[in-house]
């Protein structure tokens, strides 16, 4: 590909001539490609047995659940057990600032930056349901993406909000554990996976990105609780967005030190060099280089703040209350008590005719532009609940009473919004593929009524 004289001539002087024919060279090959499994739904052995071999290759090195897709492998978004939430197809580099932060169930984690969803399903995928997400991103329409990842990905515990850093600092003051700031930056990490990129850096450079993520990072660490961590990561080789920025951080946040990362073979040390100061514990940060290992570019860092913060599993606030329409529709419909589905100590609370389970308070929430404040359950139609595309993903098949299970094939047709026909319970069904959930349909003589969400629907 075509690289700007001007990244040309930066990088050279970054790698040396030897270093630089190599990085060249990589970036005429193809970009490898890769998906992640998603632990709330299935394992890897699991999704190998159901999908086969011959599209998938080797573990991703840095992220146990990432596995490479064979050159030939098609196009996996189509998939039925890709709209079943049951992996996120990711870049393979991108898959490390998830994986590095020691996310544990029972945790109150924040992603900052968090569309379009790479990150913050891999983090709810961690918490196992148990503890807090909070997935922010700055872009109301990038934020839309973002919550669907999460609902299909079944994640239950999570609040989808679209704010500035400093209003949500202002909220949510030393309140998280765990911090994922995967920051705006130049992108230079991207330019063969998209080449469009190479002009947004002709036209902004990286001067203007290093100012955004000197302003991004001090509220990250305002809302990052004593003896928790925050972890910092761009898709820029550029020192002026990494080291430097670390280095300028550090010195104005001194309650804050760096955590050496480990590096499976190919990741490279950070650079202390490229900072002033050359601070020794730079090396602990991951450089990811295309000419080294099978991935695009990228750069995590993993600070911790000094002190101990409160428990890690210290999440609700608040405790359950009753809600009759909720507990009617849960009483007809799933076969388990429905405190065993939905998060821990969790409230159930009616706004409008949406009803929610939520974790957060309102007092909290309120006056944020809040996408999601928890799980959308239903809405209250007619003093009866019609259950939520979102509930749907959050079960496993055995938790609905009544089960429409559907070959690979049927689901396909499904996935388009057809009505089915067939020998189904009347009533709400919870529509699986190969017993992986899909969505609902609702039934009535032979025929099962698609209640697919009309904005998933796959139309070709």
Request: glycine share 10%; charged share 25%; aromatic share 8%.
């Amino acid at each position: 590909m075509k690289l700007p004289e001007a990244y040309q001539k930066q990088m050279r002087s970054l790698l040396g001539a030897e270093e630089w024919e190599a990085y060249e060279a990589a970036m005429e090959e193809p970009y490898a490609k890769a998906l992640r499994v998603n632990t709330l739904k299935t394992m890897p052995g699991e999704l190998r047995e159901k999908m086969g071999e011959e599209d998938l290759g080797e573990a991703v090195p840095w992220c146990p659940l990432g596995i490479y897709l064979k050159e030939e492998a098609p196009a996996l978004s189509r998939h039925p057990f890709y709209a079943a939430g049951l992996y996120y197809l990711q870049e393979p580099s991108a898959m490390a600032p998830a994986s590095f932060l020691p996310v544990e169930p029972g945790d109150r984690v924040l992603d900052l930056c968090a569309a379009p969803g790479g990150k913050s399903t891999a983090l709810g995928a961690k918490l196992g349901g148990k503890g807090l997400l909070v997935a922010n991103d700055i872009s109301p329409s990038r934020a839309k993406a973002l919550l669907r990842n999460l609902e299909v990905f079944g994640v239950a515990n999570g609040v989808v909000v679209s704010e500035a850093p400093h209003r949500l600092s202002a909220r949510f003051p030393g309140f998280f554990q765990k911090v994922l700031v995967d920051a705006p930056c130049s992108g230079e990490g991207m330019f063969r996976k998209d080449p469009s990129i190479a002009k947004n850096w002709l036209q902004y450079g990286n001067a203007y990105y290093a100012k955004l993520q000197r302003e991004i990072l001090p509220e990250a660490a305002k809302m990052t609780a004593p003896g928790g961590y925050l972890l910092y990561s761009t898709c820029t080789y550029a020192p002026e967005e990494d080291e430097q920025t670390l280095a300028w951080f550090l010195k104005e946040h001194p309650d804050f030190h760096l955590e050496a990362l480990p590096k499976p073979e190919g990741v490279a040390d950070g650079v202390p060099e490229w900072a002033d100061p050359a601070l020794a514990d730079l090396k602990g940060c991951a450089r990811f280089w295309p000419h080294r290992l099978r991935g695009e570019g990228h750069f995590v860092a993993l600070l911790r703040r000094d002190g101990e913060g409160a428990p890690g599993r210290e999440t609700a606030e608040g405790a359950a209350k009753p809600c009759k329409i909720w507990e009617d529709w849960a009483r007809e419909n799933l076969a388990c008590p429905w405190q065993e589905i939905l998060p821990e100590d969790c409230r159930i609370e009616i706004s409008g005719e949406k009803v929610y389970a939520m974790l957060l308070s309102r007092e909290r929430l309120g006056g944020l532009r809040v996408l999601r404040p928890g799980l959308l359950l239903g809405e209250a139609r007619h003093d009866r609940l019609e259950p939520s595309q979102a509930l749907a993903m959050v079960l496993s098949g055995n938790q609905a009473r009544r089960r429409a299970d559907l070959s690979i094939e049927e689901a396909r047709h499904y996935l388009k919004g057809e009505t089915l026909s067939g020998n189904f319970a009347l009533g709400w069904n919870l529509v699986t593929v190969q017993g992986y959930p899909l969505g609902w349909g609702k039934a009535t003589g032979e025929l099962l009524k698609n209640k697919y969400l009309k904005s998933w629907r796959i139309m070709k």
